[in-house]
């Protein structure tokens, strides 16, 4: 969607196994630039599985034992050439998938080489990574509900989606007052905090099929429409559209999303998407 000038370099590690090796045909046929991936000789590839309740609800379950536990701050040093090479430029994204220790040296270069920097923590995670500092270091925080709730001490059984979320921009916020924020809630659709204003919504109604990668393909799309020139609330309107195309397909990553299927999606809805998206939607 944002062209085929803007490359993607991923910085990581995947096992000696079948599925390592098909995700790096994957990735070379995705185009990526494969300079900062290696094969972990005696690791497997990272492992994740997802469930989903009668309700339509759900999530999903991740080996911690893989070849993605490899990938520490030294390791990460090896890519500090290309925070030089596109000094000002580029887009740092820190997922969870590797140590913490990886992500925060990945987002001390990018502050250092002033990207835009994207993070996400996991519930065991995020309240280090508020007490640390770490977050100020962060410019979108993309987060579900419970990862929320774990940073500001409060139960999603006990407190609803709204109060909790409330909750954890004001903690955000002491931290890192210009942080923007995403909270995501399976069905019950998402948040956006753009430093002034909190967002609500709801998910678009397609055939659930899995949901794996469905809070990836949100922050994805949310991404996408930032460096498009989208607001927040705007770019949280087609994050919710890439999210919903996610989990349609039995994949994790649906490879079938693209701008047409996106269009379809809204079209269908009987919400009213922003001009701007539709702008973008256009081929």
């Not at 497997?44 to 993605?68: E, H, K, R, V, W």
Request: charged share 20%; proline share 3%.
């Amino acid at each position: 969607m944002l062209g085929k000038d803007f490359q993607v370099i991923p910085v990581g590690k995947v096992g000696n196994d079948d599925v390592g090796n098909k995700l790096l045909n994957e990735m070379e046929e995705a185009g990526f630039i494969m300079d900062y991936i290696e094969q972990s000789a005696n690791d497997q590839t990272l492992f994740s599985f997802c469930f989903i309740y009668p309700d339509g609800s759900g999530g999903n379950m991740t080996t911690d034992d893989s070849a993605c536990s490899k990938v520490d701050s030294v390791f990460i040093t090896k890519a500090e050439p290309k925070f030089t090479q596109f000094f000002g430029q580029g887009i740092a994204l820190a997922a969870p998938e590797v140590p913490i220790d990886g992500r925060a040296k990945l987002l001390d270069y990018a502050t250092k080489s002033n990207f835009f920097r994207v993070a996400s923590f996991t519930s065991e995670e995020i309240r280090n990574a508020v007490h640390s500092g770490l977050l100020g270091h962060v410019d979108l925080l993309g987060i579900n509900l419970d990862e929320a709730a774990a940073a500001v001490g409060m139960s999603v059984s006990d407190h609803t989606p709204k109060s909790i979320v409330e909750q954890a921009v004001k903690t955000f916020a002491k931290v890192n007052p210009k942080i923007l924020l995403s909270v995501t809630k399976g069905k019950d659709g998402s948040w956006s905090w753009d430093g002034s204003t909190l967002t609500h919504v709801p998910v678009f109604q397609v055939q659930v099929q899995n949901t794996a990668g469905a809070g990836d393909a949100h922050l994805a799309g949310l991404i996408v429409g930032l460096v498009a020139g989208l607001s927040m609330q705007e770019a949280h309107q087609l994050a919710a559209l890439a999210a919903a195309s996610s989990v349609e397909s039995p994949h994790t990553i649906n490879k079938e999303t693209d701008k047409k299927s996106l269009r379809i999606i809204a079209d269908r809805s009987k919400g009213v998407l922003n001009k701007n998206i539709y702008d973008l939607l256009e081929d």
